[in-house]
């Protein structure tokens, strides 16, 4: 298996935190591959944010831990030309306080707020201290993932309402204000978004969710393997493969053990299909919003058969608890290989002559060109990835620039546009859709024999693991240790949508709020993937 180690810019990293007096220690954790593990003291985790904005390394993700002993562990990832360090710092129970990552990234705001909220940890020259993920349904003094509050919580009698969330107020001649949700008139799941507009342009938007919040991490302590595989496959809903995966790929790199090698591209055929169904879908429901129903119907029609296709093969339209710690639960049959290969052939063709009917559209164009710009600097700056990321100038793919088994076996096209408009969200979702289409060949024609599933062993108490995986939002990152027994200890996914959140708030400024729709399902963030 190809992993790229980050020798490079850790190198770099390290010089100039020492040069600063920092201590930074490198610990060998093969289990955590693709990144290469450092601890630093408390006081330091700051300077690290500094050090790292300044060799202009992305802030990946942020999130702690329950270390017992009267200790909080705080982990943040950090990424650059695919090279992962994942930094680890402690703060004891009694005196919790960190420097905060926001002021050098501001992708680091909202899982900050997350760490604050759940874990206890509070973080100095942080911009917004309001509560983030628990709303009211625990007490100030409750931190959920800490080990000795229950499950269940300790939530009061009746959950008081969140009526005095500090929302920004804007204020002058002719601004109104407009808010929609948390319920919202379709089947969507629960979001506030607060709109400042005069007339009918979007002067400034605040989301508000975390409506829902699951407990996923809190769940998840205690669990065997498979059991988390499952719980994974349910962080979003509609990337049940690629949550499962990189879950699966953690938990595998802590046993140190390999999934064989049909087991592996069986999960990137399945990873591929979750994809087009997903763009397919979305690029329908984009059509959708700005009245063109002949796209909806005809993109919704073509998602409706290969889904059938993906249930006739692995059991399942959304292809649910098909990846399991080891490799796979359903074997493809040799029958199906041709139907498989023939329908994203003809898949292609068919999304070609839709896109051309599209962008030969004058009533599309006017709607989505140059609507919901996102600036390739407001981009990179909140760490955006996958479709998103890739209409404003993000050149990332973590099968390309961080290749994990089987993409290491092939060349894979990467769609780049430089507009951040909905028109090129959409353009990026039909390239990413003619890629998976190859891909799905080529997956086909090199499948090897053999088993699709390994034994599993029980890895050591303490072993840790990290999943590395693009799914077809984007990059998902995930974080596993095991406890005792061979059970787990601490969980965590990191969906692209914590990243894509944030922009929508960004890419809706002067447009008008009948284009709220059609911005915000271009950007199609996961209520489920942020409200762990």
């Known amino acids: 298996m190809s992993e790229k180690e980050p020798t490079d810019w850790l190198d770099a990293l390290h010089a100039s935190l020492t040069q600063d007096g920092v201590v930074l220690e490198r610990i060998d954790a093969p289990g955590l591959a693709p990144a290469r593990l450092v601890v630093l003291p408390a006081g330091d985790w700051g300077k690290l944010a500094e050090v790292a904005a300044r060799l202009g390394a992305r802030w990946v993700a942020g999130f702690g831990a329950d270390a017992g002993q009267d200790r909080l562990d705080v982990h943040a990832c950090f990424e650059k030309g695919g090279s992962y360090v994942l930094a680890r710092t402690t703060v004891m129970r009694a005196h919790p306080i960190l420097p905060s990552h926001t002021p050098y990234y501001a992708g680091a705001d909202r899982p900050e707020r997350h760490t604050q909220d759940l874990i206890g940890v509070a973080f100095l020259d942080h911009p917004d201290a309001r509560r983030w993920v628990r709303h009211k349904a625990w007490l100030d003094s409750v931190y959920p993932l800490r080990r000795e509050v229950p499950v269940g919580g300790q939530p009061p009698a009746e959950t008081p309402p969140d009526n005095d969330y500090r929302f920004f107020f804007a204020h002058g001649a002719g601004v109104y204000e407009i808010p929609v949700g948390p319920v919202h008139a379709g089947i969507i799941e629960p979001g506030h978004f607060r709109f400042q507009a005069v007339g009918e342009t979007v002067l400034n938007l605040e989301e508000r969710l975390g409506y829902v919040h699951k407990g996923i991490e809190k769940i998840a302590a205690g669990r065997d393997p498979?059991?988390?595989?499952?719980?994974?496959?349910?962080?979003?809903?509609?990337?049940?493969?690629?949550?499962?995966?990189?879950?699966?790929?953690?938990?595998?790199?802590?046993?140190?053990?390999?999934?064989?090698?049909?087991?592996?591209?069986?999960?990137?055929?399945?990873?591929?299909?979750?994809?087009?169904?997903?763009?397919?879908?979305?690029?329908?429901?984009?059509?959708?919003?700005?009245?063109?129903?002949?796209?909806?119907?005809?993109?919704?029609?073509?998602?409706?058969?290969?889904?059938?296709l993906s249930a006739q093969a692995f059991g399942h339209r959304f292809m649910m608890d098909r990846v399991v710690p080891g490799g796979v639960?359903?074997?493809?049959?040799?029958?199906?290989?041709?139907?498989?290969?023939?329908?994203?052939?003809?898949?292609?063709?068919?999304?070609?002559?839709?896109?051309?009917?599209?962008?030969?559209?004058?009533?599309?164009?006017?709607?989505?060109?140059?609507?919901?710009?996102?600036?390739?600097?407001?981009?990179?700056?909140?760490?955006?990835?996958?479709?998103?990321?890739?209409?404003?100038?993000?050149?990332?793919?973590?099968?390309?620039?961080?290749?994990?088994?089987p993409y290491d076996r092939f060349e894979l096209d990467v769609p780049v546009y430089h507009y951040g408009d909905v028109a090129a969200r959409v353009r990026v979702r039909a390239e990413e859709c003619r890629a998976a289409f190859g891909l799905i060949g080529a997956l086909l024609a090199q499948l090897p024999s053999g088993p699709v599933s390994a034994e599993w062993r029980a890895p050591v108490e303490g072993a840790e693991g990290l999943g590395v995986v693009e799914g077809f939002r984007g990059e998902i990152l995930t974080y596993v240790r095991f406890g005792a027994d061979g059970r787990v200890a601490r969980f965590f996914p990191r969906d692209p949508s914590w990243t894509t959140w944030p922009a929508l708030e960004l890419l809706i400024h002067d447009n008008i709020v009948p284009d709220f729709p059609v911005c915000n399902k271009s950007v199609n963030g996961s209520y489920s993937g942020h409200d762990l």
Request: aromatic share 6%; charged share 25%; hydrophobic share 45%.
């Open 329 to 405: 639960a359903t074997d493809l049959d040799g029958k199906l290989v041709e139907p498989m290969r023939a329908q994203a052939q003809a898949m292609r063709k068919q999304l070609d002559k839709l896109m051309a009917i599209i962008n030969d559209s004058p009533s599309v164009e006017d709607r989505l060109v140059t609507t919901g710009v996102l600036k390739p600097e407001q981009a990179a700056a909140l760490g955006c990835q996958g479709y998103v990321g890739r209409a404003s100038s993000v050149d990332f793919d973590v099968r390309r620039d961080a290749p994990y088994a």
């Open 226 to 308: 498979a059991g988390l595989a499952r719980l994974a496959g349910r962080v979003s809903g509609d990337s049940t493969v690629a949550h499962a995966w990189a879950a699966c790929q953690a938990m595998e790199r802590a046993a140190g053990l390999e999934a064989p090698e049909r087991a592996l591209y069986l999960r990137a055929l399945m990873c591929e299909r979750e994809r087009v169904a997903n763009h397919l879908g979305d690029i329908g429901a984009i059509l959708n919003d700005v009245a063109f129903t002949f796209g909806f119907y005809q993109f919704s029609r073509l998602r409706e058969e290969w889904q059938r």
